[in-house]
């Protein structure tokens, strides 16, 4: 009798399905393999923070066990797909024969196809139908493997491994993405309806909404054996579900911490599942409700983001990371918590606290809030407070906790901005350049810096000037001790009887009042210094600060770096700094540190009654009771003209209206008047001129006729512009 096919080949398939069969993975294997396309980012205690997408060619949810897929899908999946599941040993061969018969009578029969043959065709890449579907040898392939697959599983752990890898529709595989998607649930909520629609997909993936449902009316006739299902409204549910995508690619409350944390966390962590975090999902889902609904009511204030950090003083973990406002904001996607930014005055802490340690100044040292011109190589440098008046002499606690420019600066001179930029970099705020590029305006933040950077700054005065880098993935090995620099021999990145002071300081209520007021928002019923910023034209607004375990930092402004309207120190970030701080401090007690060795408390007055008399701190060797100017200094300056300066050279542009163009005077002493070219002109220590080309000289004019100060211009252009006829 002749053979129907050479005797070689046929040992080489009967030896390649041999081997096929051999391979078949045990069920522990293969639920150990599975990946979901999505990885879940966790809190500290397990909790769900943020669902990402981690592979974009298909669209697996987790591992679905089969407890916890409704009975409904169970048994619809069978009935669809293979009724004698339960009875045959991994190949039904009556549905083998009816097929047989069916094709050669060329009648319609139902497939010979088995769930588990459908699963050893899943479990193989072999033995995957292809586009012209299996040639003969898959199929052998396909059958040996599937009885191999019944020896050594049990049912349920085949239909598990089935409803988990099946292909459903597009790129949705598994019954977890399945549901997530089209029906918005979890496996285990499925009714029979919803489980008929699951069913027919497996059929048809790729069907038209008709054809699925009525493919699934079949399926809920065998479910319920007499009853009459609703064709047609079944028809209108599928048509709806096919078009429904509830399984967002990410979802969840924390969206720029989680993308972070799978960037640096292990490979190893992700392969083995969810990433855990540092975070609390509480206090995260908290502050981000609390930053919307504040963004909210500073609506018409062209505001739209903001974000927030919270530290644990201690260890240096990260415990809510809220990068974007989300919704409200037009860039959504970009981090404020690394996105470099200007500071503003929120950088004047380590400065003074600098100072204090280099013994340059005391809380108590008296400073000159008045007007200053400060020559650099790119001319003068002419620092103006935030409301432009002046307060005269302060001390430096005043100056610090109301937050005034001008003692600022005059501070940086003493310190000079190369220092300073070092003091920076100590406590892990990564300048860009050095302190001679950005020059005095460094005191007054124009440096950029992150908000996680800055943070972690005054979470490093919140530790008597222990630096530690933050963290938001958990340890793997115990934290170093407090201080990892000292134990390399640098020390301290602040001295820390300096950082005591200058928290002391940021706690006063009553320091803080001639700018903020004695009922101001910084101020909390438990113990908590805290700085705000403003950047130049209000392009960003900072609150940052520190309780006794946490520190906050908050950032209010837009990604774009538009310019806010009419936002301030306290209506910016500062109700969310706040509103933050009193919910980790609910039942928790905040208590004023103790001080280091080396300080000293002493009681202190001021001459000319500049300040009231108060008890102060000093680091030994620097207190004294008395404050005061020298005699000389008392005596009364006399007059002087502190702005323009001398030699002043004004450009008019001719399009620009001429009310926009005027020069501001400003002088100091009284009773004086203004001349310009010899000519009256004003009164007062400050007036506006409407500038006309040519040389000009303004003098400045006592009480008496004298003239005290002059200053020389020239004013160049065209004249202003006449209106058009």
């Known amino acids: 009798m002749p053979r129907t096919q050479p005797l070689p080949l046929a040992l080489f398939l009967?030896?390649?399905?041999?081997g096929a069969a051999q391979a078949t993975p045990a069920f522990e294997q293969v639920r150990r393999d599975y990946r979901p396309s999505d990885v879940e980012v966790l809190d500290r205690d397990g909790d769900p923070l943020q669902r990402l997408r981690i592979d974009s060619t298909a669209?697996?949810?987790r591992w679905t066990t089969l407890p916890e897929i409704s009975s409904a899908l169970r048994t619809a999946m069978v009935l669809s797909e293979d009724r004698r599941f339960y009875e045959h040993s991994g190949v039904d061969w009556r549905a083998v024969s009816a097929a047989a018969w069916g094709n050669l009578w060329n009648t319609r029969t139902r497939g010979a196809s088995t769930i588990t043959m459908q699963l050893a065709g899943l479990l193989d890449e072999d033995l995957r139908r292809g586009s012209g579907g299996r040639d003969l040898a898959q199929k052998f392939g396909q059958t040996l493997a599937a009885q191999r697959l019944e020896r050594h599983w049990r049912k349920d752990q085949i239909l598990e491994a089935y409803l988990n890898t099946v292909p459903f529709r597009g790129e949705l595989v598994g019954i977890d993405a399945l549901s997530r998607t089209l029906f918005g649930k979890a496996p285990h909520g499925l009714d029979a309806r919803e489980a008929a629609v699951a069913a027919a997909l497996v059929r048809a993936p790729n069907a038209k909404p008709a054809l699925v449902a009525q493919r699934a009316c079949e399926v809920l006739r065998a479910m319920e054996p007499g009853a009459r299902p609703d064709c047609a409204a079944l028809d209108m549910f599928a048509s709806a579900a096919l078009q429904r995508r509830a399984f967002e690619p990410s979802e969840g409350i924390a969206p720029h911490l989680a993308r972070r944390a799978l960037k640096e966390a292990a490979p190893s962590t992700t392969d083995d599942g969810?990433?855990?975090?540092?975070?609390?999902?509480p206090l995260q889902r908290f502050a981000l409700t609390a930053l919307q609904r504040h963004l909210r009511e500073l609506r018409g204030r062209n505001v739209e983001d903001g974000a927030l950090v919270v530290l644990d003083n201690a260890s240096g973990e990260v415990l809510a990371w809220v990068g974007s406002s989300g919704v409200l904001s037009r860039a959504a996607e970009v981090d404020g918590v690394l996105a470099p930014r200007q500071p503003g005055s929120t950088l004047k802490p380590f400065l003074y606290a600098q100072a204090i340690a280099e013994r340059r100044l005391t809380a108590a040292s008296l400073l000159d809030d008045s007007s200053a011109q400060i020559s650099t190589a790119g001319g003068l440098y002419i620092p103006q407070n935030y409301d432009r008046q002046f307060k005269g002499l302060v001390s430096v606690r005043t100056a610090l906790a109301a937050s005034l420019n001008v003692p600022a600066v005059?501070?940086?001179?003493?310190?000079?901005?190369?220092?300073?930029?070092?003091?920076l970099r100590a406590t892990g705020l990564a300048l860009g350049q050095n302190g001679d590029y950005y020059g005095y305006s460094l005191a007054l933040g124009s440096a950029e810096v992150s908000l996680l950077g800055l943070a972690n700054a005054y979470r490093t005065m919140a530790n008597g000037g222990r630096f530690?880098?933050?963290?938001?993935?958990p340890a793997r090995e115990p934290p170093p001790r407090p201080s990892a620099k000292e134990d390399r021999g640098i020390g301290p990145a602040i001295d820390p009887r300096a950082a005591f002071i200058v928290?002391?300081?940021?706690?006063?209520?009553?320091?803080?009042?001639r700018t903020f007021g004695l009922d101001s928002v910084l101020g909390t019923r438990f113990w908590s210094a805290v700085?705000?910023?403003t950047s130049k034209d209000m392009r960003d607004n900072w609150a940052v600060g520190w309780s006794a375990r946490y520190t906050v930092g908050v950032w209010v402004g837009n990604a774009s770096g538009a310019p806010m309207w009419d936002v301030s120190g306290t209506s910016g970030a500062a109700p969310v700094w706040a509103e933050l701080m009193g919910f980790l401090h609910r039942r928790e007690a905040s208590r004023a540190p103790a001080p280091p060795p080396g300080l000293v408390r002493r009681r202190v007055r001021f001459g000319d009654e500049l300040e009231a008399a108060r008890d102060e701190w000093f680091i030994a060797g620097t207190e004294q009771a008395l404050f005061e100017l020298p005699a000389a200094a008392r005596t009364e300056a006399a007059p002087r003209i502190t702005a323009p300066a001398d030699g002043t050279i004004i450009a008019l542009d001719p399009d620009i209206p001429p009310r926009h163009q005027r020069v501001r005077f400003e002088a100091e002493g009284r009773n004086l008047h203004w001349h310009i070219d010899g000519k009256p002109f004003a009164q007062g220590a400050s007036a506006q001129w409407l500038p006309w080309p040519g040389r000009h000289v303004v003098e400045l004019v006592d009480a008496h006729g004298k003239v005290v100060d002059h200053v020389?211009?020239?004013?160049r252009g065209a004249g202003i512009k006449r209106a058009a006829r």
């Open 14 to 18: 009967s030896a390649m399905l041999a």
């Open 531 to 533: 700085k705000t910023g």
């Open 274 to 281: 969810p990433i855990r975090t540092t975070l609390r999902a």
């Open 503 to 513: 928290g002391d300081i940021l706690s006063d209520a009553n320091a803080r009042a």
């Open 59 to 61: 669209r697996r949810g």
């Open 410 to 423: 005059r501070t940086l001179v003493m310190v000079s901005p190369d220092a300073f930029a070092r003091q």
């Open 712 to 715: 020389r211009l020239e004013v």
């Open 468 to 473: 530690g880098e933050p963290r938001f993935l």
